[in-house]
Nanobody, 115 residues
């Protein structure tokens, strides 16, 4: 069983930055495709960014150029560096670990963007 624990959320002003972390248990981290999703109140959960086993990244158009996803396989940790935050980035952010046959989710971390 894999457990994912997100951290780093909080309150930030528009234009500010936050760095989210997702720590995974177990030894399968480096074999997984990783992703960050987010869900704002009243909206569906949406994909924010992904990173492959080899480190290739992809981003939603709404965050491209502002967010950076990365992974440290030695630490079993994934990150999301969020810069130039906008009001519409406010949401609960979830990390996702995809092994193909199994998918795991973290419990989420709240990001609030407000002046």
């Amino acid at each position: 069983q894999v457990q994912l624990v997100e951290s780093g959320g909080g309150l930030v002003q528009p234009g500010g930055s936050l760095r989210l972390s997702c720590a995974a248990s177990g030894s399968i981290f480096r074999f997984a495709v990783l992703a960050w999703y987010r869900q704002a109140p009243g909206k569906q959960r949406e994909l924010v960014a992904t990173i492959s086993k080899g480190g290739e990244t992809a981003y939603a158009s709404s965050v491209k150029g502002r967010f950076t996803i990365s992974r440290d396989n030695a630490k079993n940790t994934m990150y999301l560096q969020m810069d130039s935050l906008k009001l519409e980035d406010a949401a609960i952010y979830y990390c996702n670990l995809d092994l193909g046959a199994r998918v795991y989710w973290g419990q989420g971390t709240q990001v609030t963007v407000s002046s």
